[in-house]
């Protein structure tokens, strides 16, 4: 049985990248580590902004690493093992990851900031340019 396309109006035209990328966003949906995403209002100094914040406590600085691969906005964390810690009880484990946000043309990272086990990513939210073209009609004879 074939899968229906999402976006198969006859409205859509050229969209099936999109269509793609939801497929490959739907399919690495993990839930670790867990993250927020909020809008942050326009300021005086700044404009409207996306933060994403990761919960990465345990993870230093130098085991995170923040990246953007084509049009997506990749982390990743890597902890190593430290062998010469004996555990009694081990609840919190030496855990890798990869979360990776796909970002729309033109979106910009503005910073990456890690406190208190939070790393807190802005992003610049691009004002939308309205575009009108006027497309000349050929009389055919």
Not at 30 to 52: A, K
Not at 89 to 108: K, N, P, S, T, W
Not at 116 to 127: Q, V
């Amino acid at each position: 049985m074939s899968r229906m396309p999402s976006l198969s109006s006859p409205f859509l035209l050229g969209f099936d990248e999109i269509e793609r990328v939801l497929d490959r966003v739907t399919k690495a949906a993990d839930g670790y580590p867990p993250y927020n995403i909020e809008r942050i209002p326009r300021d005086d100094r700044n404009p409207d902004r996306l933060r994403i914040t990761l919960a990465v406590a345990g993870f230093t600085l130098d085991q995170l690493e923040v990246s953007i691969e084509e049009n997506q906005l990749v982390i990743r964390g890597r902890q190593t093992e430290d062998k010469t810690r004996q555990f009694i009880h081990r609840g919190i484990a030496a855990r890798q990851f990869q979360r990776a946000f796909v970002l729309a043309d033109g979106m910009e990272v503005l910073r990456a900031d890690l406190k208190h086990g939070l790393l807190s990513i802005d992003l610049a939210r691009p004002e939308p340019a309205r575009v009108v073209r006027t497309i000349s009609i050929t009389p055919h004879e």
